[in-house]
């Protein structure tokens, strides 16, 4: 069962619809909640000095990991950083975690057990504590929920909603790594590449990281106006960005972060790897909006740490939609579709 | 897909083992939990006026529900009982939860929202919020994975592990009703049954209650000791409440609170009705102990409530376990196994 990239993609389509529908159905306004269904995570009001984040992620068998690409501790680590990287593009600092598991006869307890701890070594660094779950039988597959809480003080949380016409769009990281090293793992025939390189983007897929340290850093300066993290794909999710804030947005293609290897990678295949960075899944990169007015503080002060970040572009009005600028003065639309339909040799 | 039972009861034996695995793995005290992983919620400590109880359930096609004998609005409905009756069972309030669903190909939207429609219905009464949730494809079978939040006043919790020698063991409501219905639903050849007595037996079947104001009573007189609710069936989770609390517990057979539905579905099946009320799943009716000290209060005042409760059993010394008065004086063990093995004719 290879992971369904394009049936995922049709999938998030429909799902989107879904969501939307049932969001207006249960929309009514809680004094409680700060934010409920729309973000990467909701926000609730649960004291004067602290709000609580909380989100959930179901993976499933043959749609979202392959036990015959992956193993357990890696389907374990990626799971659990999904929901890690949900809390980072919050700003916030994740705490605690609940883990449901339904488990097809052909899974071995040592599986289950190595999953387990590929989940625990990912939260390890946050101090992430495993405070409950559910274990169920499967009649086939294996499905894994992950809900996640963390903490964020009261109005400092980073939303999709806050990017405003003249905001710079920066990303952290690079991007089409995770993307590139799935392909290598689907592909039968494996293209040319240095042996560094090709385990450079195993790596980045199987063992992505959070960037909770950048997000928190952008809440403590009170840098970034909007926030989301890198999980269907740069278009899929910049498009979030601009559906909640209403705005446009434009993409600069030579400006996109892309690491050597995946450079690399492209050009064996005889791809444009840029379109790997733009449509390509699973980064969990945070993509955020720095408003006009703290362009020179946030560069100044992002000289100072040891992260990394790049400006891909900038945010538009919201009827020029969402444009990629290839060459120096042509920019185009830039449609959401899934992987495969887009990518075309350079 | 017929619910599998047996095979469910097969795996939650494993499931115990495996949880206990990875607590142990997992329990680094952490200041701002209560409880962990071992009740029917974790507790976390979130401000000084309010914790926050927090529940996950996942529920799979063919071992916890079957669209074949259940609509998709009563699947959701059960789901959302299910952590509800968690929340019951600390004596807590239900505030907000969030959906994971994995839709097989065969799904329509209608049955998707038929679904969260039967899931906000069973959280309605009690201002239930939908927060937040993600969507997936599955290839095969349909996931649902409900967490939900509720809270309550700081160390007032109902815990597994208040349990002492002495205390009387009482239940709410009647037992084995959900059980029945089921084996209706399952059953070639209909038992002759007046239709008012199958009605009453499906419907606690497909809507079961949720006793949240019963546990919210208990905690605001201060008379449970322990509490659990009743989904593995009575033995099962009464062997809960003497694990974590190191007792033993008598149930006294002749008292189980029987429905005449039930009753006349076990007379026409042939089949002692206590028995289906001991081991049948899905009640989700709390189970707690009132200590010694309190048993006259709690009389006097659950006199005067409209609440359903029935006295059992006691709690007695870890060293005698677990049994069951059949007769005047006579007692045997009460194995734990699967409704299957033990179901015999009156």
Chains 1, 2 share one sequence.
């Not at 705490?95 to 040592?110: D, E, G, K, N």
């Not at 597959?141 to 964020?152: A, D, K, P, R």
Request: charged letters at 25%.
């Amino acid at each position: 069962m290879p992971p369904g990239r394009s049936r995922r993609a049709n999938m998030v389509r429909s799902e989107f619809d879904l969501i939307r529908r049932l969001q207006a159905q249960a929309a009514q306004p809680d004094p409680h909640v700060f934010k409920g269904i729309g973000d990467d995570t909701a926000i609730i009001k649960t004291s004067s000095t602290e709000w609580t984040l909380i989100t959930t992620d179901l993976l499933a068998e043959g749609v979202h990991f392959d036990p015959a690409t992956s193993s357990f501790r890696d389907i374990g680590y990626r799971a659990a950083i999904a929901n890690l990287s949900d809390i980072a593009a919050m700003g916030g600092t994740p705490r605690f975690m609940l883990v449901s598991i339904a488990i097809p006869p052909t899974c071995s307890t040592t599986e289950i057990q190595e999953l387990y701890r590929g989940m625990m070594q990912a939260g390890s660094p946050y101090d992430v504590r495993l405070i409950g779950g559910d274990t169920s039988a499967s009649q086939q597959g294996l499905f894994l929920n992950i809900t996640l809480t963390g903490v964020v003080k009261p109005r400092q949380a980073l939303l999709r909603s806050g990017a405003r016409e003249g905001d710079r769009l920066y990303v952290t990281g690079t991007l089409g790594d995770s993307r590139a090293g799935l392909d290598l793992l689907k592909s039968r025939q494996r293209p040319k590449l240095r042996p560094a390189d090709a385990r450079f983007l195993l790596a980045r897929h199987h063992r992505p990281s959070a960037r909770i340290a950048e997000g928190q850093w952008l809440v403590k300066h009170g840098l970034a106006g909007a926030a989301i993290d890198l999980s269907d794909g740069l278009t899929g999710d910049l498009r979030h960005i601009c559906e909640e804030s209403a705005v446009g947005a434009e993409i600069i293609a030579d400006a996109l972060p892309l690491s050597p290897a995946c450079r690399a990678y492209a050009a064996a295949r005889r791809l444009d790897a840029r379109q790997i960075a733009l449509q390509g899944g699973e980064d969990y990169e945070l993509l955020f909006t720095v408003p006009r007015s703290k362009h020179v503080r946030f560069e100044r002060l992002a000289g100072k740490t040891r992260f990394h970040f790049t400006c891909i572009g900038s945010i538009t009005s919201k009827r020029l939609g969402l444009r990629l600028r290839a060459g120096t003065n042509t920019t185009q639309p830039l449609p959401v579709t899934s992987y495969e339909h887009f990518l075309k040799p350079a």
